[in-house]
């Protein structure tokens, strides 16, 4: 029988490592290129606007519009419970200079603030390109409202956990044992999505008004 040293049986498993957790394409993240989002100014009070886009996302259960499905979101208030901790906003596994800014507002400024968070976690079509191709694309949006005066609110959209999937990566040693596993990398927010929501809020209200 013939016996191998230590030192080959180490060179044969890390040549079988290198081998085996690098098998599949690798993968390239495109920036995005769409212009930032800027924000919505809607003449009513901060109250009259928040319950209007509360009440156009459960309406919207039935209808959706976009290329994410606010039927599956779940609505999250400022300070409540399952409203992310300032630490969890500006960790700095977020990629996302946004929410730390946003983490040095008052409590009072943030106080109408809500979290649409998506409980079935379903991808979309994002701006980031993978080997040619839309990537599978989710996060969640916070939703500011700034009091511009008593009877005007300005409406922005941030990104919370945005991330992309960018394909699959053959792992020895994964979680459930040797396998294919996708490769959820955390990115810097998108633009096309938060300005597409912004503007349906935008033009529902509106027509809400008869505009």
């Not at 230590?6 to 690798?26: D, E, K, N």
């Not at 300032?86 to 946003?102: F, G, I, M, R």
């Not at 999505?193 to 008869?210: A, N, P, V």
């Amino acid at each position: 029988m013939k016996r191998f040293t230590f030192q080959a049986i180490v060179t044969v498993l890390c040549a079988t490592l290198f081998v085996s957790t690098s098998i599949g394409s690798p993968f390239q993240l495109s920036s995005v290129s769409s212009p930032p989002p800027g924000s919505i100014v809607i003449e009513a009070s901060t109250k009259e606007v928040k319950a209007f886009i509360l009440a156009l996302i459960e309406k919207e259960k039935n209808a959706p519009h976009l290329p994410f499905n606010l039927g599956n979101m779940k609505i999250f208030h400022f300070a409540g419970e399952g409203f992310p901790k300032d630490y969890q906003l500006s960790s700095p596994t977020q990629v996302n200079q946004e929410l730390a800014t946003y983490t040095h507002l008052s409590a009072e400024q943030r106080s109408a603030d809500i979290l649409i968070f998506d409980t079935e976690v379903k991808p979309w079509p994002s701006e980031y390109v993978v080997a040619g191709k839309p990537a599978p694309f989710h996060c969640h949006f916070l939703i500011h409202f700034g009091t511009k005066g008593v009877r005007t609110t300005e409406v922005s959209i941030l990104e919370y956990q945005p991330q992309v999937n960018a394909g699959s990566q053959f792992n020895l040693f994964g979680k459930e044992g040797p396998g294919w596993y996708d490769e959820i990398v955390t990115v810097s927010p998108t633009n096309k999505d938060r300005t597409e929501l912004l503007t349906f809020i935008s033009s529902e209200w509106k027509k809400s008004r008869g505009q």
